[in-house]
């Protein structure tokens, strides 16, 4: 059974950083493309990093580019999201998820999602 779990949300001030975890179990996790979404409340899962199998392509969302960095360890199954210089406009439950092809970031071509954490921002 595949196990996506997230960690690291949290309440915090507007300018801090929070880096969020995501622990991968029940697959191979390096034959895996791994992306982290964000979900604001009554809004669509929208993309916010991305990165491949070997961890050498990212892909960030414009809305994150220069303060979010995504990255992977595959030795410990896990995709971490360094945020900083947070917005109120990131107050969101992230996602990540799973994608075994790697070549699409839209949320419906992912194959495994976790639960979610939630990150507020307040100003």
């Known amino acids: 059974q595949v196990q996506l779990v997230e960690s690291g949300g949290g309440l915090v001030q507007e300018g801090a950083s929070l880096r969020l975890s995501c622990a991968a179990s029940?697959?191979?996790?390096?034959?895996?493309?791994m992306g982290w979404f964000r979900q604001a409340p009554g809004k669509e899962h929208k993309f916010v990093a991305g990165?491949?199998?070997?961890?050498?392509?990212?892909y960030l969302a414009d809305s994150v580019k220069g303060r979010f960095a995504i990255s992977r360890d595959n030795a410990k199954d896990t995709v971490y999201l360094q945020m900083n210089s947070l917005k109120p406009e990131d107050t969101a439950v992230y996602y990540c998820?799973?994608?075994?092809?790697?070549?699409?970031?839209?949320?419906?071509?992912?194959?495994?999602w976790g639960k979610g954490t939630l990150v507020t921002v307040s100003s």
């Open positions: 998820a799973a994608e075994s092809d790697g070549t699409n970031w839209e949320p419906g071509a992912m194959d495994y």
């Open positions: 029940g697959l191979t996790f390096s034959t895996y493309a």
């Open positions: 990165i491949k199998r070997s961890g050498r392509s990212t």
